[in-house]
């Protein structure tokens, strides 16, 4: 009898071991990282500094069962670039790092317009730069790239300007820009209302906070 017990004991006891089952993220959130995975990939020894992220707006989870955190993944990878660039306090010259995403000043924007870009077809040519530069190199938003391209293009006397607004790009010809009618909030507004139909499920929840912020 003493062995028949024994073994109804252990049996019970690894039943009740082998049945939890690590929480998963909402239907629709996949691929989002928990604040465990989070803090590891940004190399916190803890959970901790995560939270002071998110309380300080630069992570902005969604919430799963139990009231668990989950973060876009594109999210924790702009924040993790952010912590291991060096802030630059002046524009970058050769061999110096680049300012962090979106710590770009306006005068280091319009610097970087004055310089030239690869040509499209990677050739050894190159080409002005455009507001879709500004955004793939610096990591500014949209509006931005678009305002301060505006001014450089209305008011800066450089060659490359001059080049741009000359209505030739490369050799060929170059459609003027239009002049934007819509306010900075406007067109900000619009940009996350298209990203909300995008088929990455980050980009939407991204776009979906802000615009919940914006209110």
Do not use: C
């Not at 306090?89 to 710590?103: E, I, T, V």
């Not at 741009?164 to 009618?181: L, S």
């Amino acid at each position: 009898m003493d062995r028949s017990i024994e073994v109804t004991v252990s049996t019970v006891s690894t039943s009740s071991t082998g049945t939890r089952q690590p929480i998963r993220p909402p239907s629709g959130y996949e691929g989002f990282l928990s604040r465990r995975q989070t803090a590891a990939a940004l190399g916190f020894a803890s959970e901790f500094n995560v939270r002071r992220l998110e309380k300080e707006g630069r992570l902005r989870p969604v919430r799963g069962v139990m009231g668990s955190a989950w973060y876009p993944r594109a999210q924790v990878l702009a924040v993790r670039e952010e912590l291991t660039v060096p802030r630059a306090l002046a524009m970058p010259g050769a061999g110096d790092p680049a300012p962090a995403a979106g710590r770009w000043s306006d005068a280091q924007l319009i610097a970087h317009l004055r310089g030239r870009a690869r040509a499209l077809d990677g050739g050894a040519s190159s080409r002005p730069r455009t507001p879709v530069d500004l955004v793939a190199d610096t990591g500014i938003s949209i509006a931005r790239a678009e305002r301060v391209y505006r001014f450089w293009l209305a008011h800066d006397a450089h060659p490359a300007a001059d080049e741009v607004r000359g209505g030739r790009t490369a050799g060929r010809p170059r459609a003027a820009v239009p002049p934007e009618r819509r306010s900075e909030a406007r067109i900000e507004r619009d940009t996350l209302l298209q990203e909300m139909r995008s088929a990455d499920p980050g980009v939407r929840a991204a776009a979906f906070e802000k615009l919940r912020a914006s209110r």
